[in-house]
């Protein structure tokens, strides 16, 4: 299954040249690295990011990534937490996360 992480330009260039990321300032704060499910990125992005443009939508497979834990959080819904570094290996595909009239536009094969 896929799960997905939101990142801002400058988060996703770090991850780039890096190699690997533990994150946004929240996932530093927090200790893990916050993910969300297809059914929980799109109100993420209206929570979290809500004016940001110039994100980076980025899905990972969650099958068999170690350090995964699945916790209850936002309306008892669960997330997905990585309790490591993420790394390029570790992404399937990223797009740029188009902001058209103040909403953000999620592929459509979520």
Known sequence: MLIYKIFRAPEWAELQKNGETAGAPIDLTDGYIHFSG????????????????????????????????????????????LFRKLTMSDVSWHRPLLFVDGIHQFPADL
């Open 38 to 81: 297809a059914d929980t990125v799109a109100k993420t992005a209206a929570l979290y990011f809500a004016d940001a443009e110039n994100l980076i939508l980025v899905a990972v497979e969650s099958d068999g990534l170690s350090d995964l834990v699945w916790e209850e959080s936002r309306g008892g819904a669960l997330f997905p937490h």
